[in-house]
């Protein structure tokens, strides 16, 4: 007996690309276990498969930025606007970075891994300094929705200054264009 793939969220996502859905996928607890993370799979009947469980997942999603289909899967494209995610809110997005920032660290991995790690720490940070407002030190009210990240932009607003953030964001290497 096979069960029902849950649905993962109740209104289609309006993603600007494939990259953020796999980003918010990745920030998003799964439905029936409550864990993580979810991968996306897009040839799959049921896109999204949860790690932790292995429970089928649905997700209905339109991506606004569609990257042509012999792009390096290595190289973030999330988003090639200046306007902020509508899917992952800016803790989230830093959260992101860190994890990247972190696994580039390793020494246990390959050369080309590590840049690959650092491209997506930096894609990241830039997702998450487009919620800051030209010339703002910290980000508006509304950059951060998700609970657990509202409650550490009240906790610790020093960690969300721009200045720290565009520290991080120059020591990890430019973004490739976005692809024709």
């Not at 799979?41 to 292995?54: E, I, K, M, V």
């Not at 606007?81 to 970075?97: K, Y």
Request: proline fraction near 11%; aromatic fraction near 6%; hydrophobic fraction near 40%.
């Amino acid at each position: 007996m096979t069960s029902t793939p849950a649905k993962l969220t109740e209104t289609p996502l309006d993603a600007l690309s494939l990259d953020e859905v796999r980003c918010f996928l990745a920030v998003t607890p799964c439905p029936c276990c409550h864990a993580g993370p979810i991968a996306l799979d897009t040839s799959a009947t049921s896109p999204a498969t949860c790690q932790a469980c292995g429970g089928e997942l649905l997700l209905d999603y339109t991506v606004e930025y569609p990257i042509p289909d012999d792009t390096d899967d290595a190289i973030p494209h999330i988003n090639p606007t200046d306007e902020p995610s509508r899917l992952v809110d800016l803790n989230q997005w830093l959260g992101l970075a860190y994890l990247h920032a972190e696994a580039a660290g390793s020494h246990r991995i390959a050369s080309s891994e590590h840049h690959a790690r650092q491209l997506w720490a930096a894609a990241c940070l830039t997702e998450a300094l487009k919620f800051y407002p030209k010339d703002a030190e910290f980000p508006p009210q509304g950059a951060c929705w998700v609970e657990t990240s509202q409650r550490a932009l009240a906790d610790h607003p020093n960690i969300f200054s721009r200045e720290i953030l565009m520290g991080l964001r120059t020591k990890l290497p430019p973004l490739p264009a976005w692809p024709a």
